[in-house]
T-cell receptor, first 114, second 114 residues
Framework: GNSVTQMEGPVTLSEEAFLTINCTYT??????LFWYVQYPGEGLQLLLK?????DKGSNKGFEATYRKETTSFHLEKGSVQVSDSAVYFC?????????????FGGGTRLMVKP | AAGVIQSPRHLIKEKRETATLKCYPI?????VYWYQQGPGQDPQFLIS???????DKGSIPDRFSAQQFSDYHSELNMSSLELGDSALYFC?????????????FGPGTRLTVT
């Protein structure tokens, strides 16, 4: 079956530090990959996506590249801010068609200190 | 921009009672997904609907049922509630017919079973 594995948190960084959150996946075919962010007490917000190999998703300074050869989709940001503190979920959707569920990783809590 | 609306936001029920959660997708989105997120856990897919037909089924208990109506809103019906059903229930919507498969999440309904 499909699965997503993320590095365990919490990840604690100082403001302006470089962020990497590792994500690897197992899936058949050519899944679409996503990063979602969840702020305390809120729902999941789509952060970025990539739908095919070598695609780079980016948004709000965050980036992730779909690496089929290593089955990875690591999240990076060059300079984190206190406001980036949240839980980050890596997720995959197995096919590029209608009605396909997301499989999530376990989530990684990021804490950014001033 | 319009987002996914869920109601109620909070719900407290006793064991063996029933509950109905409602989801109103983003306008023109024809696919709805339901997820359950336990405390400190990643969201788990329950069920999805495309054009008012069930499209995928995940780990949804037999005590739960759901449907999508002609206006595309969806309801999750939960009966014989158990303590273990206490969780955040998210609805998400997407518009795969346009080639955009990303799912947009509502703020969630927090169900507490006592």
């Amino acid at each position: 079956g499909n699965s997503v594995t993320q590095m365990e948190g919490p990840v604690t960084l100082s403001e302006e530090a470089f962020l990497t959150i590792n994500c690897t996946y197992t899936a058949t075919g050519y899944p679409s990959l996503f990063w979602y962010v969840q702020y305390p007490g809120e729902g999941l917000q789509l952060l970025l996506k990539a739908t095919k190999a070598d695609d780079k998703g980016s948004n709000k300074g965050f980036e992730a590249t779909y690496r089929k050869e290593t089955t990875s989709f690591h999240l990076e940001k060059g300079s984190v801010q206190v406001s980036d503190s949240a839980v980050y979920f890596c997720a995959l959707s197995p096919y590029n068609n209608a009605g396909n569920m997301l499989t999530f990783g376990g989530g990684t809590r990021l804490m950014v200190k001033p | 921009a319009a987002g996914v609306i869920q109601s109620p936001r909070h719900l407290i029920k006793e064991k063996r009672e029933t509950a109905t959660l409602k989801c109103y997708p983003i306008p023109r989105h024809d696919t709805v997904y339901w997820y359950q997120q336990g405390p400190g856990q990643d969201p788990q897919f329950l069920i999805s609907f495309y054009e008012k037909m069930q499209s995928d089924k995940g780990s949804i208990p037999d005590r739960f049922s759901a449907q999508q109506f002609s206006d595309y809103h969806s309801e999750l019906n939960m009966s014989s509630l158990e303590l273990g059903d206490s969780a955040l229930y998210f609805c998400a919507s997407s518009q795969p017919g346009t080639g955009r498969y990303e799912q947009y999440f509502g703020p969630g309904t927090r169900l507490t079973v006592t």
